[in-house]
């Protein structure tokens, strides 16, 4: 929102059912997400909806963590169980 850019750490946990997520798709799925202007609370129920639609696990989550710029950082986790 404000055109500088935002790092993020990324951690996703799951159990799968029947599908599990490759590595490289993973890197693809959230470099598609590089130029979008999302809030950091966005960008973690993104990840999980994105999930869980893919592989439908018995329960996942995501936790978004934001590097801190101007001495604020933020952390933002959604999570999902059958």
Excluded: H
Excluded at 41 to 57: D, G, N, R, T, Y
């Amino acid at each position: 929102m404000t055109g500088q850019p935002d790092w993020y750490t990324v951690v996703c946990s799951y159990q799968p059912k029947r599908l599990c997520l490759e590595s490289k798709t993973i890197k693809l799925f959230l470099q598609s997400y590089r130029d979008k202007g999302l809030f950091c609370e966005k960008f973690a129920s993104e990840i999980l909806e994105a999930v869980v639609k893919a592989i439908s696990p018995r329960w996942a989550w995501v936790e978004v963590i934001q590097t801190p710029r101007g001495g604020v950082g933020l952390k933002a986790t959604a999570n999902w169980a059958e």
